[in-house]
């Protein structure tokens, strides 16, 4: 008897054991999906992972219920690379496989309820029960979700459960695929009619019938049907519009055996023919290009330093098209959906065809075609994506390029495994053998530490490209501003003069803020009363475009109150100022203007980032109101002047990277102006012109940034010098989470010492009704951190092992942003 190891898409730490029927044996492969039953009656994808002949000791194990391919979905480096990822983050390999495969290619049974026929009420039922049963059609079943949906109820299997006992109602369990090719409904002439003679045939029979006759003749058109060699399909909807006929005299021809309808598979994907080739490269571009393959004959990984504008995309055009001429594939990461939006059309142009799209606005369906595609090897060399781009099925990648190495949006947060994208990325290029490329104008302090002893090499492009200068950065002190009463709202004289200049000489302007939503709260002026969530412990967020106060952690929105809930004074106060406040303000300043908003709310449909790019690069949008979506490389030929609105809450945000962040966000957004045609100016507001942040970015002076983080950090011992791992509690009772934390920072100090910071309570200390605290472990950057994940793991599960806190979740964080 054959067995298979198979891992469920479940938050699970464990692999299980199923037998392989005989009829499966000889075509079940590592790789593979199969459907197995997991739990009473539920059903599952789950992927083979290894092939033995060892049943298991504790129980008989089931039988795979079917193979869903006659191919692995998976090629081998994949699942070596999952249980890297799982190892190295401490997540299961369930929520790897979660996280990796799209979700049309996981099925799982759904329950559906029905009526049974037979039962009738000997009593009175409970009102809530009644109302469930009344929700249920007489004679077909409802899935679960759509019950919950109609019902409004919270939780409905605890009524379900009490009606099956009542043997009121009945489940099933249904499985269903969720990927479905896409098809176009095609016409072809019966083969009775394929030779001359019944073709002139048929042409007399159809002379009483000259709807049909014409749509015959325009059919014999369309698909070249008398040139045996040049035959070409006809769709339906093409056959239909071309002649000008109804659908009643198609559907006479397909009742007289005429015509035949197939339906044939097409690709959702849009696919583009290249149409040039790349540029020539500067004299500095050609240098650095020249000392980064150089360098990867010593380094495996190399960071390109380069500033902003000095045409590192072009260098990496050069660099893909010779790993794609070695018949190598290349992955080209970006941290935002926006990015892979501009970047894409400029690939398009050289790669056509061969460059392949993958990020979360595509469908399910888009997204398994995409992995098909790499998967059957079916023309994709060329992959741009963001952060899941990595675990698409590559045959033999030869370059990985993470381009804007240092975002923090690489950086998986919520749910497991909270994987780092460009660390990732990188040891899946080793598993390949293939080169990394890390590409940025302000690197991470972690990523130009390794260069500076010698773990990866570096090459530095210093100039911008034909010779444009670094824009020019004027600091303007919002406290002297507002005491001479040299502003208006949130603007200051200078910002507002500056833009007056660039639209009268046609040219764009980026205003950051990088916060959403009209106000970040609302306050009673009378009692200071301030509107929260009521799931989470954190004030709620003004949106005036809809009249709302959304909660940017949980969704909860409610409506703006007319008047204090607590003391019944009129109309609440706006405090502070989001994206949205400020395109009023701005079109209050300057009504002609054509303004537009880039932010999570504006940008939420799948083409709302090409709409927008495409309007600002043909001039449709004079001023461009965004948040920190503006400052990732995106490439806008006309805009010269950029207005940072408050550098301070970037400056004073209680992380130990908040003043790296603060310098890579200013330099970012600020390279967004003079790109093309002449040097570009920046205003930057702030109450705090003096702060060494503010002066080292005046000066475009990283190194300076880069030596005093590097003093600061060893000091306190943070990263690059220590290793962290952040561990969060939470549980819906305040005191079993802190008895959790207390009990879990006393078996941690046994094992680490001081090393072992906290628990503490976070600035946010409630999301979703959970109670969090957190605990911070810093090791030396020289120790095993493989010995310390799996030292952690056994204390984690020692502290689950205990009854009160059994239902606390612990998830731990290595690498924390």
Known sequence: MRYVDIVLPLPLKRTFTYAVPEAMEQEVRIGMRVV???GAKKMYTGIVVLLHSHAPDKYQPREIVCLLDPYPILRRPQLKFWEWISSYYMAAQGEVYNAAVPAGLK??????VFLNPDFTPGEVLPER???????????????????LKRSGFPNIMPLIKRLQERDAVRTNELVEAKYKLKTLACIQLAPDYSSDEALALLFDTLKRAPRQLELLMRYIELSNHLKAAARKEVTRQ?????SGTSTAALTGLLEKGVFTVYNKAISRLETVAATGSHKALSEVQSKALREIYAQFLQHSIVLLHGVTSSGKTELYIHLIEKVLAEGK??????PEIALTTQLTSRLRKVFGERLGVYHSRFSDNERVEIWNNVLHDKGYDLIIGVRSSVFLPFRQLGLVIVDEEHEPGYKQQDPAPRYHARNAAIMLASMHGAKTLLGTATPAVETYFNTQIGKYGLVELNERHEDIQLPEIEVVDMKEAYRKKQREGYFSDILLDEIRKSLVLKEQVILFQNRRGYAPYLECKACSYVP????????????ALFNTLNCHYCGYTEPIPTACPVCNTPNLTSRGFGTERIEDEVRQFFPDARVQRMDLDTTRSKKSYQRMIDDIETGKIDILIGTQMVTKGLDFDNVNLVGILNADNMLNFPDFRAHERAFQMIAQVSGRAGRKHRRGKVILQTHSPEHPVISQVLH?????????QCAERQQFKYPPFYRMIQITLKHKDSGVVSRASELLVNELRKQFGDRVAGP???AVSRIQNLYLRLIVLKIEAGASTARVREMLGIIIQYLLSFPEFKSVRVSPDVDPE
């Open 329 to 334: 594939q290349v992955l080209y990461l970006v």
């Open 238 to 242: 093409e056959l239909l519009a071309k």
């Open 700 to 708: 475009h002076n990283y190194k300076a940034m880069f030596e005093t």
């Open 36 to 38: 197995v039953q997991f």
């Open 107 to 112: 099925l799982e049974s759904e329950t559906e």
């Open 129 to 147: 029960e009644q109302a469930l049963l009344n929700l249920l059609p007489p004679k077909a079943s409802m899935k679960i979700d759509e019950l």
């Open 760 to 762: 503490v309570v976070p």
């Open 532 to 543: 929260k969530c009521k799931n989470c412990d954190v004030s709620l967020t003004q949106h």
